[in-house]
């Protein structure tokens, strides 16, 4: 017989079990949960209940897992969701289709069939559908998914446990490995316009470099917001990486205005594409600088361009210089046969007298009228000295300079500097052979283009670009006729006033003392635009190809550091070009680098 105080203690211990055992489902998938990696998945379902538990957290299923004929049964849809492999419905073969890392199951519920990576196995063997959902044998499943389970039958309880096994890199077939895509961002959150620092941390286990592909990447942001971005990279042999994302978080502060990013950050040489409505509000009716102006009048020089395109041989321009000269040609064979072109350098005086070359500017003949202006522009700014002496006898004509055949369509500009210690008549002429008899043709006419003789060589401009000076953008006009004056000369042949427009075939030299920090951009406001300028020394090309208009934004043609003892630019407006152009001085603080 077992006491009465006996059967109490055992009545309580059973009460103490049972209450572990109702509790047990939580604690135990507690205690589980931790001792799981955070690669694992693990649930816990109970039969005939609504409530499981996934990683710990409860959850309501739309279907319980059941007990039928002694096999389990467990949701589909749910597992697979939680699981991370695809369950769907395929409306058009009107069958259920899951993917497990190693198998396709395709279960077809109106034929009771279903097929495993092409075998055939018996649908009422491996699943049921309860209440329109469909429940899969969590036996013969675990098998294709590579999950793991435990059935307590004293609480009617399922513990499922899936660790997903990452993709392998090495591929054995191909004896080769796939590239791994990684990156993170220079520090945790950004400013609007602030430039993103993205460090590339991809690697390719075999050592064979690979190429970016990026989604969303931009240098920068100018709104505020979360940014997903994207990377992924394959090596040489196609292999691609799985796709890498990061959020960027852009936070509500102004680094740098839209307007002010470019010209903070190109480079000298670098192209700022703005739309003409950005450029006519902000840049076309910038505020001038104000500069002191010295003419340089060293020069006599004779301009030889209208009829810029001549149709037929002949003289295009003559006149005399005596002592410091500049000789100036722009011309196109519009003619239809090939054509000699040469400038004659007669001495019509009664004793000897010579001609010396100090510099020069020249390209052959060439179809790109914006080519060879800029590029005889170049050789001129180099200041590559050219020493070069022709004795000429009184009385008598020399060929001065004679060219390559002009063929049709083709043209030349060229610069000479030249002293001359007595009076030399210069005569630029086209015909079909070069010779002195070039003197005895027919002077063709004037047909509005710029010829004549101007006593000019070119304009000195000082200008306060310090701290001081310079305390908002300012702009400094090329070439208008108005803030910079066209210089007026006379044209023999006609017996007329001429006019030098767009003052082509001078030099402007632009000082400023201790400039200031600031970025100075060229903006082509009268039209197609291409030439050179040479800063501190430097020759800087705009833009390095093609033509700059005004409708397409500003080249970025120096940049100084406050610590420079000066700046000097030197420009001579090239042929070809249009004019004006402007010259954006732009102050920068301490956000440049």
Same mark, same amino acid.
Request: proline share 6%; aromatic share 10%.
């Given at each position: 017989?077992?006491?009465?105080?006996?059967?109490?203690?055992?009545?309580?211990?059973?009460?103490?079990?049972?209450?572990?055992?109702?509790?047990?489902?939580?604690?135990?998938?507690?205690?589980?949960?931790?001792?799981?990696?955070?690669?694992?998945?693990?649930?816990?379902?109970?039969?005939?209940?609504?409530?499981?538990?996934?990683?710990?957290?409860?959850?309501?299923?739309?279907?319980?897992?059941?007990?039928?004929?002694?096999? !389990?049964?467990?949701?589909?849809?749910?597992?697979?969701?939680?699981?991370?492999?695809?369950?769907?419905?395929?409306?058009?073969?009107?069958?259920?289709?899951?993917?497990?890392?190693?198998?396709?199951?395709?279960?077809?519920?109106?034929?009771?069939?279903?097929?495993?990576?092409?075998?055939?196995?018996?649908?009422?063997?491996?699943?049921?559908?309860?209440?329109?959902?469909?429940?899969?044998?969590?036996?013969?499943?675990?098998?294709?998914?590579?999950?793991?389970?435990?059935?307590?039958?004293?609480?009617?309880?399922?513990?499922?446990?899936?660790?997903?096994?990452?993709?392998?890199?090495?591929?054995?077939? /191909?004896?080769?490995?796939?590239?791994?895509?990684?990156?993170?961002?220079?520090?945790?959150?950004?400013?609007?316009?602030?430039?993103? /620092?993205?460090?590339?941390?991809?690697?390719?286990?075999?050592?064979?470099?690979?190429?970016?592909?990026?989604?969303?990447?931009?240098?920068?942001?100018?709104?505020?917001?979360?940014?997903?971005?994207?990377?992924?990279?394959?090596?040489?042999?196609?292999?691609?990486?799985?796709?890498?994302?990061?959020?960027?978080?852009?936070?509500?502060?102004?680094?740098?205005?839209?307007?002010?990013?470019?010209?903070?950050?190109?480079?000298?040489?670098?192209?700022?594409?703005?739309?003409?409505?950005?450029?006519?509000?902000?840049?076309?009716?910038?505020?001038?600088?104000?500069?002191?102006?010295?003419?340089?009048?060293?020069?006599?020089?004779?301009?030889?361009?209208?009829?810029?395109?001549?149709?037929?041989?002949?003289?295009?321009?003559?006149?005399?210089?005596?002592? /410091?000269?500049?000789?100036?040609?722009?011309?196109?064979?519009?003619?239809?046969? /090939?054509?000699?072109?040469?400038?004659?350098? !007669?001495?019509?005086?009664?004793?000897?007298?010579?001609?010396?070359?100090?510099?020069?500017?020249?390209?052959?003949?060439?179809?790109?009228?914006?080519?060879?202006?800029?590029?005889?522009?170049?050789?001129?700014?180099?200041?590559?000295?050219?020493?070069?002496?022709?004795?000429?006898?009184?009385?008598?004509?020399?060929?001065?300079?004679?060219?390559?055949?002009?063929?049709?369509?083709?043209?030349?500009?060229?610069?000479?500097?030249?002293?001359?210690?007595?009076?030399?008549?210069?005569?630029?002429?086209?015909?079909?052979?070069?010779?002195?008899?070039?003197?005895?043709?027919?002077?063709?006419?004037?047909?509005?283009?710029?010829?004549?003789?101007?006593?000019?060589?070119?304009?000195?401009?000082?200008?306060?670009?310090?701290?001081?000076?310079?305390?908002?953008?300012?702009?400094?006009?090329?070439?208008?006729?108005?803030?910079?004056?066209?210089?007026?000369?006379?044209?023999?042949?006609?017996?007329?006033?001429?006019?030098?427009?767009?003052?082509? %075939?001078?030099?402007?030299?632009?000082?400023?003392?201790?400039?200031?920090?600031?970025?100075?951009?060229?903006?082509?406001?009268?039209?197609?635009?291409?030439?050179?300028?040479?800063?501190?020394?430097?020759?800087?090309?705009?833009?390095?190809? %093609?033509?700059?208009?005004?409708?397409?934004?500003?080249?970025?043609?120096?940049?100084?550091?406050?610590?420079?003892?000066?700046?000097?630019?030197?420009?001579?407006?090239?042929?070809?070009?249009?004019?004006?152009?402007?010259?954006?001085?732009?102050?920068?603080?301490?956000?440049?680098?």
């Amino acid at each position: 017989m077992i006491s009465t105080n006996r059967r109490n203690k055992t009545k309580a211990a059973a009460a103490m079990l049972s209450l572990m055992l109702l509790t047990a489902p939580l604690q135990a998938a507690a205690e589980q949960e931790q001792a799981i990696t955070s690669g694992t998945s693990y649930v816990v379902f109970y039969v005939d209940q609504p409530e499981a538990f996934l990683n710990g957290e409860q959850v309501m299923l739309d279907s319980p897992a059941v007990i039928k004929k002694g096999r !389990t049964y467990v949701p589909a849809k749910f597992l697979g969701d939680t699981f991370g492999m695809k369950v769907e419905w395929d409306e058009e073969t009107r069958t259920i289709l899951m993917e497990t890392p190693s198998h396709i199951i395709t279960l077809d519920t109106e034929n009771k069939e279903v097929w495993v990576n092409g075998l055939l196995h018996n649908f009422d063997d491996v699943a049921m559908l309860s209440k329109g959902r469909l429940l899969i044998q969590l036996r013969w499943l675990s098998d294709y998914m590579g999950a793991t389970y435990t059935y307590n039958n004293e609480l009617r309880r399922v513990d499922v446990v899936y660790a997903k096994k990452p993709d392998g890199l090495y591929d054995p077939d /191909k004896n080769n490995s796939k590239p791994v895509a990684k990156f993170t961002f220079g520090k945790s959150s950004y400013r609007i316009g602030e430039p993103i /620092k993205y460090i590339n941390l991809s690697y390719d286990p075999d050592a064979e470099g690979h190429q970016q592909e990026w989604e969303g990447k931009e240098e920068v942001f100018f709104k505020a917001g979360t940014y997903p971005i994207t990377l992924k990279v394959k090596d040489k042999h196609g292999h691609e990486s799985a796709p890498y994302t990061r959020n960027l978080v852009i936070e509500d502060e102004v680094y740098m205005t839209e307007e002010e990013y470019p010209i903070y950050t190109k480079p000298v040489g670098g192209y700022l594409p703005m739309d003409w409505s950005t450029l006519y509000s902000h840049y076309f009716n910038l505020p001038s600088l104000e500069k002191e102006i010295e003419l340089d009048r060293s020069r006599t020089m004779l301009m030889s361009d209208s009829p810029e395109t001549f149709t037929e041989t002949g003289i295009l321009y003559q006149d005399v210089i005596n002592g /410091k000269g500049r000789l100036y040609a722009d011309h196109l064979n519009g003619t239809k046969e /090939k054509v000699g072109f040469a400038i004659l350098a !007669t001495n019509q005086s009664d004793k000897p007298v010579k001609v010396r070359t100090t510099n020069k500017g020249e390209v052959y003949p060439s179809i790109y009228a914006h080519l060879i202006g800029s590029e005889a522009t170049v050789d001129f700014l180099m200041e590559d000295k050219a020493d070069e002496t022709i004795a000429i006898p009184a009385g008598q004509t020399f060929i001065y300079k004679q060219f390559p055949d002009f063929y049709p369509g083709q043209g030349v500009n060229l610069l000479y500097d030249v002293e001359t210690d007595g009076e030399v008549q210069f005569t630029f002429a086209a015909a079909d052979s070069v010779s002195t008899k070039m003197l005895d043709m027919r002077k063709l006419p004037f047909n509005g283009h710029v010829r004549g003789t101007f006593q000019i060589a070119g304009f000195n401009w000082e200008m306060d670009l310090t701290d001081a000076g310079l305390k908002k953008p300012h702009k400094l006009v090329i070439g208008d006729g108005k803030e910079d004056p066209f210089q007026m000369g006379y044209d023999p042949i006609r017996g007329t006033e001429a006019v030098l427009s767009g003052n082509y %075939g001078t030099v402007y030299r632009i000082h400023a003392d201790n400039p200031r920090k600031m970025a100075i951009m060229v903006l082509a406001k009268g039209g197609a635009f291409k030439g050179p300028f040479k800063v501190n020394g430097e020759m800087v090309k705009v833009p390095a190809s %093609g033509v700059l208009t005004a409708f397409d934004g500003m080249i970025m043609l120096a940049k100084t550091t406050g610590r420079e003892e000066s700046l000097d630019i030197s420009f001579s407006p090239p042929a070809g070009s249009a004019f004006p152009i402007n010259l954006i001085f732009y102050p920068l603080d301490d956000r440049v680098e």
